[in-house]
């Protein structure tokens, strides 16, 4: 069984940075992609950043060039580095792992998922 737990979360002013943790378990975790989302209330999940297992990325367009996503095989973590932040970055972030070793977009293509952690960016 696959389990997700993300820490890190928290308030930060407008400019601040964050930086997210996720820490997984229950199979060989440097074999696989893994995610990060988030949703508001009232909203469908949003991706926000993925990377393979051997560490190629892929950023939705809102947070490129200010998230920073990475991961630590030997720790089985992976990490979103948020800086620059914004308001409208306020929202739940859920860690999430698929089946696979490539890249994805879609929150449905993902089995695995944390229970999230809330950010939250004052103006």
């Known amino acids: 069984q696959v389990q997700l737990v993300e820490s890190g979360g928290g308030l930060v002013q407008a400019g601040g940075s964050l930086r997210l943790s996720c820490a997984a378990s229950?199979?060989?975790?440097?074999?696989?992609?893994m995610g990060w989302f988030r949703q508001v209330p009232g909203k469908e999940r949003e991706f926000v950043a993925a990377?393979?297992?051997?560490?190629?990325?892929v950023y939705a367009d809102s947070v490129k060039g200010r998230f920073t996503i990475s991961r630590d095989n030997a720790k089985n973590t992976v990490y979103l580095q948020m800086n620059s932040l914004r308001p409208e970055d306020t929202a739940v972030y859920y860690c999430?792992?698929?089946?696979?070793?490539?890249?994805?977009?879609?929150?449905?293509?993902?089995?695995?998922w944390g229970q999230g952690t809330q950010v939250t960016v004052s103006s």
């Open positions: 999430a792992a698929p089946q696979t070793h490539y890249l994805r977009r879609e929150a449905a293509e993902y089995a695995y």
């Open positions: 229950g199979r060989t975790f440097s074999n696989y992609a």
């Open positions: 990377l393979d297992w051997i560490g190629s990325t």
